[in-house]
């Protein structure tokens, strides 16, 4: 089984930037999926971005491409997502997930692994 730690959320201005980690523990797989996803208040949970642990192909929701990149260390067996240019529709908790899984799905309900979250908020 996976174990998935979130860090790095917090307060930001509209504009600002933030970098958000995801520490994978236990045991895990090279044809690993990770996904990164939000659910804001009285929303549903949607699917920002996602990279093939093995390759480092990357998906990304229309919403964020350009100003959110993940990428992952496979040393540190660590995913990050960097946030440029944040804006105040960006706040959300934010949650990692692990899919096993070699093709990309965006679908929640596909990932076996999730972490806590971690709470994103960007001020106007």
Same mark, same amino acid.
């Given at each position: ?7 790095? &959320?917090?307060?930001? =201005? $509209?504009? #600002?930037?933030? %970098?958000?980690?995801? !520490? @994978? ?5 090279? /044809?690993?999926?990770? &996904?990164?996803?939000? =659910? $804001?208040? #009285?929303?549903? %949970?949607?699917?920002? !971005? @996602? ?5 480092? /192909? ?16 496979? !040393? ?49």
């Amino acid at each position: 089984q996976v174990q998935l730690v979130e860090s790095g &959320g917090g307060l930001v =201005q $509209a504009g #600002g930037s933030l %970098r958000l980690s995801c !520490a @994978a523990s236990g045991r895990t797989f090279s /044809s690993y999926i990770m &996904g990164w996803f939000r =659910q $804001a208040p #009285g929303k549903e %949970r949607e699917f920002v !971005a @996602a990279i093939r642990w093995s390759g480092g /192909s990357t998906l990304y929701a229309d919403s964020v491409k350009g100003r959110l990149t993940i990428s992952r260390d496979n !040393a540190k067996n660590t995913a990050y997502l960097q946030m440029n240019s944040l804006k105040p529709e960006d706040t959300a908790v934010y949650y990692c997930a692990a899919d096993r899984s070699s093709s990309f799905r965006i679908r929640g309900a596909f990932y076996d692994y999730w972490g806590q979250g971690t709470q994103v908020t960007v001020s106007s």
